[in-house]
């Protein structure tokens, strides 16, 4: 069998994979669209999966998972350092040589009577210095029609790597008999290596995703002077022409992929703004030339939650899913052969397949309190379907970032935004991210759960080492490091409805970020941060909210703060003497700022 490279690394580690599992056959997946074509046919020759309306969804394919294998599985999801403590206490750990002996057994001959496929493929764009290969083994053709989707795949990807080098991400996946109690998702950090079994849902078996863009390349970033984040990365367009460039952290539901492809408010449109989408998930940060920071997109798809996207919500999402997508546990309109989710519109199809596989009556399906969709029901749509899609998305070289920014959803707490002190304070800021579950049914609003940096299940060392990375990477960009923002969507009133309007009217408050950023506007110094003065935000165009309304979105409660620092205090606790001093020292300043 020809391989695709002469890299002996590769073919070495390929070859012991091949000894291991045992496959009837082995495709060297090169990328191109006749083996594609190929696969595609294939996978709907055998009911793997289902192709939809040609004219209406060109190119676009149906697949369902097993009831059991729907999310990522946070328990069965491990990094295995070689020591305990480098894990650290935010993650599953087991001692690597106890992992490979524990899963070897599993994979031997798993693939007897099936076909290995062998993925290159490139984590950014093809000849980028911020790039980085990885090579995939799995025995779903699921696998490789997402990673066409979702990465730069194919021969082209080994152009990165060269001949000799062995830096490439090992990824050995097999559905094996997609057993949940047999599942495991394990991340070797230190052996640049990703096991994967038991499962066939995207976020645990495209392992060019979470496992390696996140998990294993923080850890390679730590090593290397550079940073993987769960950022979603985003141009802003001036009138004149000029564009800066954003990342921003945000836990789920918090409305992250909404913002990576955000339309501006009507006023804005017409005096010329526009909005570019370069990532919705993931950016990759590397210092320049120039001393700045620089972000790409090592994606190259969409792997979107479907349900809720609708074209209010976010109208260019939408228009990503129109051709050449894969579509995952939604339901099918079986008159047209469309697919349907919840909230895509109020017309559930009457003669639907649900997600699971059963011909149902949509209207009184839905009507009895039934899902047509899986809640995480998915779409993996390439990212040049995107209609604001950024001109500078395959950029080798990357984008100048001007500002981060953090979010969260808190009903009183957090401010609609502010800005930190500075870079420390900014790290303090993503440290103490946190997000609300609302338990409306016993009327308590709901516990707070910290998500730093939206990265507490996709940091691949020791969070407290992660954050020194933070501290450490500040002081390296010294005075030309982002400026870093908090902001927060999520406000509400006494009845528990949202005051601020989201959407597309979050443009406001990236204009004044950007503005704090060129240095054209002042702001309020308050004990967590800098604020805009109230009619510093554009409420031009917005019904019932005047400055008035602004100035009640920005006020900070003293006494909640209080709380909110003792909060702190108790989750950095967790953190030990990994804890870097500067944090320590952020809280105990916080905390003097608000006694005053």
């Given at each position: ?32 669209k ?27 394919l149906?697949h ?31 001692d ?9 057994p ?7 009577g ?25 025995d ?31 990824g ?42 996140l ?14 984040e ?8 001036k ?151 950024s ?47 609302t ?11 910290r ?38 969507w ?5 009845n ?24 054209t ?5 308050t ?70």
């Amino acid at each position: 069998m020809a391989t695709l490279t002469k890299n002996p690394n590769v073919n070495k580690w390929v070859d012991e994979m091949i000894a291991l599992c045992k496959p009837d056959k082995v495709v060297w997946i090169d990328g191109s669209k006749d083996q594609l074509d190929g696969l595609r046919a294939e996978a709907v020759s055998t009911g793997e999966m289902i192709k939809l309306n040609e004219e209406k969804l060109p190119g676009c394919l149906y697949h369902r998972t097993l009831p059991n294998d729907v999310a990522r599985v946070e328990d069965r999801t491990f990094i295995c350092s070689r020591k305990k403590e480098d894990a650290g206490p935010t993650n599953n750990w087991c001692d690597p040589k106890e992992m490979y002996a524990k899963l070897t057994p599993m994979y031997d001959g798993v693939m007897k009577g099936r076909t290995m496929y062998i993925i290159p493929y490139s984590m950014g764009p093809i000849g980028s210095p911020l790039a980085k290969v990885g090579v995939e083994v799995t025995d779903s053709i699921y696998v490789v029609l997402n990673m066409a989707i979702m990465t730069r795949m194919g021969a082209d990807a080994f152009k990165n790597l060269g001949d000799t080098s062995d830096d490439f991400v090992r990824g050995l996946h097999s559905k094996a008999d997609v057993d949940p109690e047999k599942r495991y998702i394990v991340q070797f950090p230190e052996d640049n290596t990703i096991w994967s079994i038991n499962s066939a849902y995207g976020g645990n078996v495209l392992l060019g995703k979470k496992c390696f863009a996140l998990r294993i390349a923080s850890y390679q970033g730590k090593n290397e002077g550079w940073m993987a984040e769960h950022m979603l990365i985003l141009g802003i367009e001036k009138p004149n022409g000029e564009i800066k460039y954003v990342t921003a952290a945000f836990p789920s539901a918090c409305g992250k992929t909404n913002l990576a492809m955000l339309i501006p408010p009507e006023g804005y449109t017409k005096r010329g703004y526009k909005v570019w989408t370069v990532g919705d998930d993931i950016a990759w940060l590397k210092p320049g030339p120039d001393g700045r920071l620089y972000a790409i997109n090592p994606e190259n798809g969409f792997f979107g939650v479907a349900p809720g996207t609708n074209a209010h919500s976010n109208y260019n999402a939408l228009a990503s899913t129109r051709k050449n997508t894969i579509f995952t546990n939604v339901a099918i309109n079986n008159d047209d052969m469309t697919v349907w989710w919840e909230k895509l519109d109020n017309n559930p199809p009457v003669n639907a397949t649900e997600w699971k596989g059963e011909k149902v009556n949509g209207p009184e399906y839905v009507a009895a309190g039934n899902k047509l969709a899986h809640p995480n029901s998915r779409f993996t749509a390439p990212a040049e379907n995107c209609p604001c899609i950024s001109p500078e998305f395959n950029n080798p070289q990357g984008v100048p970032i001007s500002a981060i920014i953090f979010g969260g959803r808190r009903a009183k707490t957090a401010p609609l935004v502010y800005q930190s002190f500075n870079w420390q304070h900014g790290t303090f800021v993503g440290s103490i991210m946190a997000s609300e579950t609302t338990a409306a049914a016993t009327g308590a609003v709901g516990v707070v759960r910290r998500d730093p940096m939206a990265m507490l299940p996709f940091c691949g060392y020791h969070m407290g080492d992660y954050w020194a990375h933070w501290l450490e990477m500040g002081k390296i960009l010294g005075d030309k490091a982002p400026k870093i923002f908090n902001v927060n969507w999520f406000r509400t009133d006494e009845n528990g409805d949202f005051i601020w309007p989201g959407y597309g009217d979050n443009m406001r408050v990236l204009d004044w970020i950007i503005d704090r950023c060129e240095g054209t506007v002042d702001a309020v110094e308050t004990p967590i941060g800098y604020e805009p003065k109230p009619e510093d935000i554009n409420v031009e165009g917005l019904d019932g909210i005047t400055t008035e309304t602004i100035a009640d979105l920005l006020s900070v409660d003293k006494d909640l703060w209080k709380e909110e620092a003792k909060g702190i205090g108790e989750f950095y606790q967790k953190f030990g003497d990994k804890l870097p001093k500067e944090m320590a020292k952020e809280l105990s300043d916080l905390e003097a700022r608000l006694s005053k």
